[in-house]
T-cell receptor, first 107, second 113 residues
Framework: GIQVEQSPPDLILQEGANSTLRCNFS?????LQWFHQNPWGQLINLFY???GTKQNGRLSATTVATERYSLLYISSSQTTDSGVYFC?????????FGTGTRLQVFP | SQTIHQWPATLVQPVGSPLSLECTVE??????LYWYRQAAGRGLQLLFY??????ISSEVPQNLSASRPQDRQFILSSKKLLLSDSGFYLC????????????FGPGTRLTVT
């Protein structure tokens, strides 16, 4: 089956720093989603981005489907950005999740 | 707007006891429904999905089963829990709106003792 790899697995930042999270996938996909899982476990939708670039406040994402990767950019990080970031790719109406990037932002 | 509910939020059950987790969706019709499990804080694993009432597909053979008795209700069950069933269970829904974006419920944290 399709493989979804995320890097880095862990990231520690000071408040105000910028970061880039990467998601690589091994096969063609219909769509791709980015999620943020907060410390209480809630999965929050960030982007639905099968291709191209989208921006939402301090966050933006770019997917290059032909090269099978997606990037999530976090600018001016805040402590509330802490948690685990997942990318998930869709095949046959099902989402396959990556292993996530755990982000810790310190004041 | 659409909302998804899960209950209970937390559950502690002894080994060998039965399980019933419920998920309901409001504000949409004929959604696709999903059950995921997350162990050790990472990596969601798809357990079951349903595209309609009574239609259940299982992704991973295991001690659990799922049912969809109504259009917007999805139930995860077990007759006898194992220690390995502990984890964080998440329900999700999607519906065609130009794309099949999935949205997740708040989850149920299950501890089997």
């Amino acid at each position: 089956g399709i493989q979804v790899e995320q890097s880095p697995p862990d990231l520690i930042l000071q408040e105000g720093a910028n970061s880039t999270l990467r998601c690589n996938f091994s096969d063609s996909v219909n769509n791709l989603q980015w999620f943020h899982q907060n410390p209480w476990g809630q999965l929050i939708n960030l982007f639905y981005i099968p291709s191209g670039t989208k921006q939402n406040g301090r966050l933006s994402a770019t997917t290059v489907a032909t090269e099978r990767y997606s990037l999530l950019y976090i600018s001016s990080s805040q402590t509330t950005d802490s948690g685990v970031y997942f990318c998930a790719v869709e095949q046959a109406d099902k989402l396959i999740f990556g292993t996530g990037t755990r982000l810790q932002v310190f004041p | 707007s659409q909302t998804i509910h899960q209950w209970p939020a937390t559950l502690v059950q002894p080994v060998g006891s039965p399980l019933s987790l419920e998920c309901t969706v409001e504000g949409t019709s004929n959604p696709n429904l999903y059950w995921y499990r997350q162990a050790a804080g990472r990596g969601l694993q798809l357990l079951f999905y349903s595209v309609g009432i009574g239609q259940i597909s299982s992704e991973v053979p295991q001690n659990l089963s799922a049912s969809r008795p109504q259009d917007r209700q999805f139930i995860l069950s077990s007759k006898k829990l194992l220690l390995s069933d502990s984890g964080f269970y998440l329900c999700a829904w999607s519906a065609w709106a130009g794309a099949y974006e999935q949205y997740f419920g708040p989850g149920t944290r299950l501890t089997v003792t």
